[in-house]
């Protein structure tokens, strides 16, 4: 069975502009989860999709939204970018909703500058 | 949600048994405990996952008291290829609209040949 898949891998922007990421789950999985992880902060939940409805969202600004597709892919959007906005993306899915057994892609390094 | 305490990093040789303790000492009745590995820049990945006494897996095992306020992730017979930083969380499993994964700083552990 497939693992899950985020594109782009790597992504350099200006601050200012918006970015879209991609996560394809594992087949079979209706739960997506996004998460940023930074040096400094470590790894933050921001948002759950599951059956194409946000569930759960963490504490981050509303420039940080997503949609989940009746496929149960999902994208994140990050509109107006701050230098702070620069770290990995990880993307994780689960079966059911608010699983801990998730299953993480390799994630998306976005650089802003 | 409960608190998980881990140290922050261990070191161990190739060939030795390695256990890394976490602490959490407010577990709720129905919470479960899920453990996680990562390398760098990649996204976690699920090892385990225990409500009590012992769970064993082709990767590790789970060690978990009477009074559930600890948790112990054994690795046997550890290589190099076993470091990485290991989190551990507590939480409930199944439907619960209002959860997010809450993870600590994890603990970086580093093999040595």
């Known amino acids: 069975k497939a693992g899950v898949t985020q594109t782009p891998r790597y992504l350099i922007k200006t601050r200012g502009q918006q970015v879209t990421l991609s996560c394809s789950p594992i087949?079979?999985?209706?739960?997506v989860s996004w998460y940023q992880q930074t040096p400094g902060q470590g790894l933050q939940f921001l948002f759950e999709?599951?059956?194409?409805?946000?569930?759960n969202k963490g504490n981050f600004p509303g420039r940080f939204s997503g949609r989940q597709f009746s496929n149960s892919r999902s994208e994140m959007n990050v509109s107006t970018l701050e230098l702070g906005d620069s770290a990995l993306y990880l993307c994780?899915?689960?079966?059911?909703?608010?699983?801990?057994?998730?299953?993480f892609g390799p994630g998306t390094r976005l650089t802003v500058t | 949600l409960a608190k998980t305490t881990q140290p922050i990093s261990m070191d161990s040789y190739e060939g030795q048994e390695v256990n890394i303790t976490c602490s959490h000492n407010?577990?709720?009745?129905?919470?479960?405990i899920t453990w996680y590995q990562q390398f760098p820049s990649q996204g976690p990945r699920f090892i385990i996952q225990?409500?009590?006494?012992?769970v064993t897996n082709e990767v590790a095992s789970l060690f978990i008291p009477a009074d559930r306020k600890s948790s112990t992730l054994s690795l046997p017979r550890v290589s190099l290829s076993d470091t990485a930083v290991y989190y551990c969380?507590?939480?409930?499993?199944?439907?619960?609209?209002?959860?997010?994964?809450?993870w600590g700083a994890g603990t970086k552990l580093i093999i040595k040949p």
């Open positions: 087949s079979g999985h209706r739960s």
């Open positions: 407010n577990i709720a009745t129905n919470d479960y």
């Open positions: 994780a899915s689960s079966f059911t909703q608010s699983s801990y057994e998730q299953y």
């Open positions: 999709y599951f059956s194409e409805t946000q569930r």
């Open positions: 225990g409500y009590k006494t012992k």
């Open positions: 969380l507590v939480g409930p499993r199944g439907m619960d609209s209002n959860y997010q994964l809450i």
